[in-house]
């Protein structure tokens, strides 16, 4: 069974820093590339960036330059370090295994996702 297990989030003031991790589960997590998504009130959930298998990253405009992810094969955990931050990245945050150009492989497990929140 997948899971997928995101901590880290928290109330920060704007350019303040979070880093947050997924622990995932019930699948081959080191020859999957992983993404990070993020929910907004009142918006769909939407990519925030992706990590390959072999460490290539790729970001979202609104992130590019203030945002890092990180694997940590071993431990099955891929990492969000988030610096910076701004009122508008306040959302809920997921993580999943990713297909690239496609989407989340796992679109039925979400998991719960952790809560950031930035104030002004």
């Known amino acids: 069974q997948v899971r997928l297990v995101e901590s880290g989030g928290g109330l920060v003031q704007a350019g303040g820093s979070l880093r947050l991790s997924c622990a995932a589960s019930?699948?081959?997590?080191?020859?999957?590339?992983m993404g990070w998504y993020r929910q907004a009130p009142g918006k769909q959930r939407e990519l925030v960036g992706v990590?390959?298998?072999?460490?290539?990253?790729n970001y979202a405009d609104s992130v590019k330059g203030r945002f890092t992810i990180s694997r940590d094969n071993a431990k099955n955990t891929v990492y969000l370090q988030m610096n910076s931050l701004e009122p508008e990245d306040t959302a809920v945050y997921y993580c999943?295994?990713?297909?690239?150009?496609?989407?989340?492989?796992?679109?039925?497990?979400w998991g719960q996702g952790t809560q950031v929140t930035v104030s002004s």
């Open positions: 990590i390959t298998r072999g460490g290539s990253t």
């Open positions: 019930g699948f081959i997590f080191s020859i999957n590339a």
């Open positions: 999943n295994a990713h297909r690239i150009n496609i989407g989340p492989r796992y679109y039925d497990s």
